[in-house]
């Protein structure tokens, strides 16, 4: 691995990023001010939605100029070698996913100290994540960090299939994400609508209009049982290692598949 050719591959992407017109940017700025703002005002748990977006959106984040512009193919006018392309990527896209998960992370456990939301409903029990932690056993930081954790690998496991995507047919994944066209439209609305019911559901049961369940009171404390194996630690490193191996997977398929890929 040439860590100056690199080096010099992301400085290129981050020019790329900059020039032209990139549609994902005012997105993703109202997608994390809105759900950050709900972690500080309504619940920290809000900040479990930043593992799945970053997920979801980074890839095309950072490659959505490359992608509108048929520009993929550039790199190649340089004396580099295709694995050299696909490591660059992987560390970009993964170095950008962990610094922005680590910040909405902290920035989630500062909203737990604060406890804004409960200056705001002027009520101790408004502090459902304290309140379902408490229940389950744990404090409010450990379980907190523990489905954060678990939000985090379903996040490396997307990221790493976008990827995989982004290398193997650029065309297709811009065809995904192109929300101007009849059929990707409709999938927008209708993943519009479904978020929004899940919003609104998610904040009205952290306030306590709608009561916990039964049935999620069971899941809970499935959770609970294997969480309390060795204070947490084991859920977590576990979680996480599961998210590692199917990043590395993504990027193993994606080295082998590319170097037999026909760019003609």
Same mark, same amino acid.
């Given at each position: 691995?040439?860590?100056? *050719?690199?080096?010099?591959?992301?400085?290129?992407?981050?020019?790329?990023?900059?020039?032209?017109?990139?549609?994902?940017?005012?997105?993703?700025?109202?997608?994390?001010?809105?759900?950050?703002?709900?972690?500080?005002?309504?619940?920290?748990?809000?900040?479990?939605?930043?593992?799945?977006?970053?997920? *979801?959106?980074?890839?095309?984040?950072?490659?959505?100029?490359?992608?509108?512009?048929?520009?993929?193919?550039?790199?190649?006018?340089?004396?580099?070698?295709?694995?050299?392309?696909?490591?660059?990527?992987?560390?970009?896209?993964?170095?950008?996913?962990?610094?922005?998960?680590?910040?909405?992370?902290?920035?989630?456990?500062?909203?737990?100290?604060?406890?804004?939301?409960?200056?705001?409903?002027?009520?101790?029990?408004?502090?459902?994540?304290?309140?379902?932690?408490?229940?389950?056993?744990?404090?409010?930081?450990?379980?907190?960090?523990?489905?954060?954790?678990?939000?985090?690998?379903? !996040?490396?496991?997307?990221?790493?299939?976008?990827?995989?995507?982004?290398?193997?047919?650029?065309?297709?994944?811009?065809?995904?994400?192109?929300?101007?066209?009849?059929?990707?439209?409709?999938?927008?609305?209708?993943?519009?609508?479904?978020?929004?019911?899940?919003?609104?559901?998610?904040?009205?049961?952290?306030?306590?209009?709608?009561? *916990?369940?039964?049935?999620?009171?069971?899941?809970?404390?499935?959770?609970?049982?294997?969480?309390?194996? !060795?204070?947490?630690?084991?859920?977590?490193?576990?979680?996480?290692?599961?998210?590692?191996?199917?990043?590395?997977?993504?990027?193993?398929?994606?080295?082998?598949?590319?170097?037999?890929?026909?760019?003609?």
């Amino acid at each position: 691995m040439d860590l100056t *050719v690199i080096r010099k591959i992301i400085k290129s992407d981050l020019t790329n990023i900059r020039g032209g017109k990139n549609s994902m940017t005012s997105l993703i700025v109202i997608t994390a001010v809105f759900f950050l703002g709900t972690g500080f005002l309504v619940s920290p748990i809000a900040g479990l939605y930043g593992p799945f977006l970053l997920g *979801v959106f980074v890839v095309p984040a950072l490659f959505s100029n490359e992608i509108k512009y048929h520009s993929e193919k550039l790199p190649f006018i340089l004396p580099i070698r295709r694995s050299d392309l696909v490591n660059a990527r992987f560390l970009f896209a993964a170095g950008t996913y962990f610094i922005v998960g680590l910040v909405v992370y902290v920035l989630m456990l500062l909203s737990e100290k604060i406890k804004l939301y409960t200056l705001i409903l002027g009520d101790e029990d408004a502090d459902f994540l304290k309140v379902i932690s408490e229940r389950l056993g744990f404090s409010p930081l450990l379980f907190f960090s523990m489905i954060y954790c678990l939000a985090f690998a379903v !996040g490396l496991l997307s990221l790493g299939m976008q990827l995989r995507a982004y290398f193997k047919d650029p065309a297709r994944l811009k065809a995904d994400l192109d929300m101007t066209s009849n059929k990707n439209s409709k999938k927008e609305k209708i993943a519009v609508v479904i978020i929004f019911f899940g919003i609104l559901l998610f904040i009205l049961v952290v306030t306590g209009i709608i009561p *916990v369940t039964t049935a999620l009171a069971v899941i809970l404390q499935l959770f609970a049982n294997l969480a309390h194996a !060795g204070k947490g630690v084991f859920l977590t490193v576990f979680t996480l290692c599961l998210g590692f191996m199917s990043l590395t997977f993504s990027y193993t398929c994606t080295r082998l598949e590319y170097e037999e890929k026909d760019l003609g």
